[in-house]
């Protein structure tokens, strides 16, 4: 019911402020309906993947593209993650790994038959990033 | 000289959102002498967009603008068309989501963007601004696009941006009481409509911690032309709000006197002036900030240069005229 664009490879900036807003490994750019119309570059950009998931919904989903929050407003930090949570792609079953790691995008998007559940446990909040040491 | 690289958004296009057009851009535009520009094809592109992370300059930047004759301005009727959001006359980027930008612009300091020729609208639910640099510091060039919201928020709210809105519609349409354009750092605002359609309490613009200059600007239908903040250096503008600041002139607001927009009516309303309107060749002459009017028509059309974001042409106006007869 729902189609994720997932990034497989960190996008990186070398100042720490401005790569903390970069999505990283695992990060889900953006969720869409199933049957989505994806654009040439979507199905060939070797950084990412599509995910097909046609036993969860974009709003089940939708807690991929949540930001890490403000924990403290009084002294916000300054590199705040733009994705709060990531799916582990490590942690997937074997037979995704190839998938993962094939930069060629042979199969550009692919079928899981995940639940909610499933997709959810391979779900991990990222470690928050300490504010660069600014001499 | 900076590479542009184009890169079309839509159906059937390089990108089919405008989240994943942006999460392609390279981290750093300025090491790879780029320019990364984004061409919105004729349609509805639903969703937010976060600009972030990205490393740019005055002359590297992102760029978000139409494809080619995608754009309301490129419609064969724009002069005729009514001078408000509406997918059906260009390129649209919308959403409905509540606590939701359609551009989010506030999370990477001195960021340059550039938007052009573009509709932005909020169709419901969201209380936050169409655009909203709050929070970070871009420098934002925002021209000849129509800017509107229904929902609670400001229209466009601005921080510390060292950019410049330029021959822009920017309406909001919530009848619970907002700002139109928050204006802060030196920032100015150039030959833009202003208007609090719904005229719900609404102040046209708030904040500015210098004084940034507010020229040719039409600023209507709201309580205050401005609160809070530093006074802005006004030159040459209209509103109807009585005793109004230095540099602006108070005028009706009205479709028979005044500044004469085609129609004040929240839903169809039409914010071309016509002719008799107190816009028409009273503004300040400005060839770098204004030089075409958010149709395209080359400014001036007549004496001098309108104030607001529609220059009046007599003789297109003559031309429907003779038309209309036939």
């Keep these: 019911m729902c189609e994720l664009l997932l990034r497989v490879s960190d996008k990186i900036n070398t100042d720490p402020v401005l790569d903390s807003k970069c999505t990283k490994r695992g990060d889900v750019i953006v969720v869409m309906p199933d049957g989505w119309g994806w654009g040439t570059e979507e199905l060939r950009n070797p950084d990412w993947r599509i995910l097909q998931l046609p036993n969860v919904t974009v709003e089940q989903a939708a807690s991929f593209l949540s930001p890490e929050p403000e924990d403290n407003p009084q002294a916000p930090s300054l590199v705040r993650q733009r994705r709060l949570f990531k799916i582990d792609l490590d942690a997937l079953p074997p037979v995704w790994a190839a998938w993962v790691t094939d930069g060629t995008r042979a199969e550009p998007m692919r079928s899981a038959p995940f639940t909610a559940a499933q997709i959810l446990g391979y779900r991990r909040r990222k470690a928050p990033l300490a504010n660069p040491v600014v001499i | ?28 535009l300025v090491t790879n002498d780029e320019i990364w520009q984004g061409r919105v094809k004729n349609e509805t592109v639903s969703g937010q967009t976060i600009v972030a992370g990205i490393t740019t300059d005055a002359t590297r930047y992102i760029e978000l603008t139409t494809d080619t004759g995608a754009s309301f301005l490129d419609n064969v009727n724009v002069r005729t068309n009514a001078l408000r959001a509406n997918a059906s006359n260009g390129a649209l980027l919308t959403h409905n989501l509540a606590y939701e930008n359609v551009l989010d612009l506030t999370t990477t300091a001195n960021l340059n963007i550039r938007i052009n020729k573009l509709q932005l609208t909020i169709a419901s639910g969201s209380n936050r601004p169409v655009i909203n640099t709050i929070g970070s510091t871009p420098a934002l060039i925002l021209d000849r696009c129509i800017l509107e919201t229904v929902g609670s928020g400001a229209t466009v709210a601005r921080d510390g941006d060292n950019g410049k809105i330029s021959n822009c519609l920017i ?51 709201g309580t205050a032309v401005k609160t809070g903040g530093n006074t802005p250096t006004y030159t040459t503008c209209l509103t109807d709000v009585a005793s109004p600041p230095t540099g602006c002139t108070t005028t009706a607001y009205s479709t028979s006197s005044g500044i004469y927009f085609e129609n004040i009516t929240d839903g169809t309303h039409d914010f071309r002036i016509k002719s008799g309107s107190s816009a028409i060749d009273t503004g300040t002459t400005d060839a770098t900030n204004a030089a075409n009017d958010i149709s395209n028509l080359a400014r001036p059309s007549g004496a001098g240069y309108d104030i607001g974001a529609w220059e ?11 038309q209309s007869c036939l």
């Design chain 2, 312 to 322: 009046f042409s007599a003789a297109a106006g003559a031309a429907l005229w003779a």
């Design chain 2, 171 to 221: 309406v909001h349409r919530n009848a619970t009481p907002a700002v139109v354009l928050t204006l802060s750092g030196a920032a100015g605002v150039y030959n833009c409509t202003i208007v609090a359609a719904n005229g719900t309490a609404t102040n046209l613009l708030s904040g500015a911690s210098t004084g940034p200059p507010i020229q040719n600007c039409n600023l209507f239908n």
């Design chain 2, 1 to 28: 000289m900076p590479t542009t690289t184009q890169k079309t958004i839509g159906t059937s296009a390089d990108y089919s959102s405008v989240q994943a057009w942006e999460d392609a851009c390279p981290a750093n």
